[in-house]
């Protein structure tokens, strides 16, 4: 089974072995994050319990993401031409 992630520094994550051993190379501190527990204990549960690789991959990729904030762009929200028409005011 594979996660296929990208990493802040480059290169890519394809096994759970990659994901494993990039996980135990993390500064203690980095890793009591409560994202990176998070991460890790889906990777255990993956491995483990056999669960689906995606709940692992989500745990990675939130980690990853952590301090990336999502902002709105309201350029890609498309207008409202028009009101809708009722069935009733077809008449």
């Known amino acids: 089974m594979t996660i296929r992630s ?12 990659d994901a494993a051993t990039c ?12 994202e990176w527990q998070t991460a890790i204990s889906e990777l255990m549960l993956t491995v483990d319990r056999n669960r689906p690789t995606m709940l692992a991959r989500i745990g990675f990729m939130k980690a990853l993401n952590r301090h990336y904030v999502r902002e709105f762009n309201a350029s890609r929200k498309d207008p409202h031409w028009g009101r809708r028409k009722l069935k009733r005011d077809q008449q």
């Open 6 to 17: 990208p990493l802040p520094g480059g290169g890519h994550l394809v096994t759970l072995e």
């Open 23 to 34: 996980i135990t190379e993390l500064p203690k501190k980095e890793a009591a994050e409560p």
